[in-house]
């Protein structure tokens, strides 16, 4: 059985579609990269999958976790899906964490609403601040968030998000704030922890290339659409995809200016009928101004492109 199965995903904001038709699966302890330019709906995505979003929102499809319709639950079965099940970590750690409570504070806070053994959670969050590279975790536990520099507060968001060992990681950009060394070393750390722990990540970035290297696959969206969910590089089908690994800059030459895509994306409530990318792809058919292809399989990548269709004769 699949851990988790969006299927037919569509979100509204206060009336305006922000998310249409996202469909995906994942297995147990998968990483699932999530890509796109700003405002494509990768932080919406995660909000919809963990039940986060705002009040306003109106939400169609479904969305399975283990077995469990999201959107039906309620009450005890809620709280225990936010505890135990999937755990957020956000970009700006310094908005997660209450500034006025000691970092260990923060650690036990749910363990003691919810009844469990704190001495022994205690230990697993000194073992997990340690195996995310904190030196002197004791000492740590009694600081409060200002006395820690960003990389090492969000070593231990990365901490506390592992802590109730939950079937499911949700990470929103969570190095995009860190130094580059850095974000290697705290990513490597924490992607050791969750498949020790069998852990699946869905891990939300602006990087191609980062998010190619620590996951499985990676799905691509596109004013609020799927346009592919590759696992590869070699897989990559889709002219925006491709388009999004040509703009990377080169590590060898330097280069005047950086290469991207041509044009601005478009938001997901200006997408008529046919595919979103079509006024920017640089190899679109008439056929893409009408209509946007299902996901279908193409080798091992999965992607909704005419001209692939075309490909295939
Ligand atoms: N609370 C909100 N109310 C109304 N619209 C919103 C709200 N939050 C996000 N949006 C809109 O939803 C769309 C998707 O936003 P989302 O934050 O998911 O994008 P993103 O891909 O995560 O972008 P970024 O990379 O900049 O974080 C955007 O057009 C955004 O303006």
Redo the contacts with the bound molecule.
Sequence with gaps: MNLLTVDDLSVD??G?P?LREVGFTMAHGEALGVV??????????LRALARLL?D?ARQTGTITFDGKDVSKLRGAALREFRRHEVSFVFQDPRSAINPIQRIGDFLLESVRDAGEDVSAVRTQSLQLLRRMGIDDAERRMTQYPFELSGGLLQRVMIASGLLPRPKLLLA??PTTALDVTTQSDVLALADELRREQDTALIF?T?DIDLALAICDRVLV?YA?RVLEISPSQAAVSHPYTKGLLDSRPPIDTRLDRLPSIEGTPI??AEAGSGCPFVFRCPVALPQCRDSLPDLVEHGPTLVRCHLVEASRG
């Design positions: 904001l206060a305006v922000v796109g330019e700003s405002g494509s709906g990768k932080s919406i995505t705002p306003s929103d950009e939300v602006h969206l609020g938001a997901a």
